[in-house]
């Protein structure tokens, strides 16, 4: 059911990302700090669509589908912008499309598990990762305007470490996925 606060939360986070990317084309050092609060609204909504479907008994179907979409989206909207308007270096940019094809890789991999029932829970490392991302993608969308005064260096640092958590926890992912296959495979003969 759509009208559940977790899923409501997690719809909201998905049509802030347009938004998000909008104030992109803002000409003012404000638009980074626009950036910055839109992103951190869409991972409070993160944080507490989990929290209230848990706490209410709300688990859905709907809800486990759509969380990990609209976390990937905003992950993806948030690195695609960064890079479009050159606040990621052409080296980190490395990091970048790795965190991404990882994104699409698990996707894609608990795609097909579930439709032969498998489950591929997530780990308490990718859990790190993406707090990881998360706050590497805040000091960069500050960038220049941040408070710090090493906003860009942080945020390029937390972003090499959430790109190599990022291969770790895709490899660990990716070996149960396939293990799971392997057993299917099995299963069929």
Not at 60 to 76: I, Q, R, T, W
């Amino acid at each position: 059911m759509i009208t559940t606060l977790p899923n409501l939360l997690t719809l909201s986070r998905i049509v802030i990302i347009p938004l998000f990317m909008a104030v992109f084309y803002l000409d003012s050092p404000l638009s980074n700090w626009l950036a910055v609060v839109l992103f951190c609204i869409a991972g409070i909504t993160d944080f507490f669509d989990g929290y209230f479907a848990r706490r209410n008994g709300q688990m859905s179907k709907l809800g486990e589908f759509l969380d990990p979409v609209a976390d990937k989206l905003l992950v993806v909207a948030a690195l695609f912008m960064l890079v479009a308007f050159d606040r990621i270096d052409q080296i980190s940019l490395i990091a970048a499309i790795i965190i991404m094809c990882r994104e699409v890789l698990v996707s894609g991999l608990r795609e097909f598990l579930a439709e032969v029932r498998v489950s591929l829970p997530v780990t308490q490392l990718a859990k790190w990762k993406t707090v990881m991302q998360l706050v590497a993608i805040g000091f960069l969308l500050a960038g220049d305007a941040g408070a710090a005064v090493y906003a860009v260096e942080i945020g390029t640092a937390f972003l090499w470490i959430a790109a190599l958590l990022t291969i770790y926890t895709g490899y660990d992912y990716l070996n149960a996925g396939l293990r799971h296959i392997t057993e299917l495979r099995e299963d069929d003969q």
